[in-house]
């Protein structure tokens, strides 16, 4: 058995992009942040990429998951829509159902997973020839 659980990570998949956990975690810290700068800051990200993620959300929807005011702002000029707060949520709600259906296919697949913390079972080399 492995020291860690294994984990799911949920990529969603549409038309004109996907929406996966480093772009939910992004709206998630913009949502505490009310910046996109600090919110890159805080996941270690430029600034640069972090607005290219927020332009891409904003238009892979109907509706802007994100709205800007122009301006530096001390109380934040950054603020995730009532719609990208729903997204979140939905997000949110798909990994912990498939989390939940996948509970029991996940914990045999960590019990048959190799630890690099145990010894392996040695394996013939692949270019060995079966004696006939």
Do not use: C
């Not at 949920?10 to 992004?26: C, S």
């Not at 959300?57 to 702002?73: K, S």
């Not at 996948?102 to 060995?128: F, G, K, Q, W, Y």
């Amino acid at each position: 058995m492995t020291d860690s659980a294994p984990r799911l990570a949920i990529r969603i998949y549409f038309d004109d992009g996907h929406l996966g956990p480093g772009k939910i975690e992004l709206l998630e810290h913009i949502g505490r942040e009310r910046s996109i700068a600090a919110a890159a800051r805080a996941m270690q990200m430029s600034y640069k990429r972090a607005w290219a993620l927020v332009d891409t959300m904003n238009h892979m929807f109907n509706e802007p998951v994100v709205i800007t005011q122009p301006g530096r702002n001390t109380a934040g000029s950054t603020d995730v829509t009532a719609f990208g707060r729903r997204v979140v949520a939905l997000y949110r709600a798909v990994e912990r159902r498939a989390g939940a259906a996948t509970d029991t296919a996940l914990a045999e697949l960590n019990s048959a997973a190799r630890s690099m913390s145990r010894p392996t079972r040695r394996l013939p080399p692949r270019s060995a020839k079966k004696a006939a």
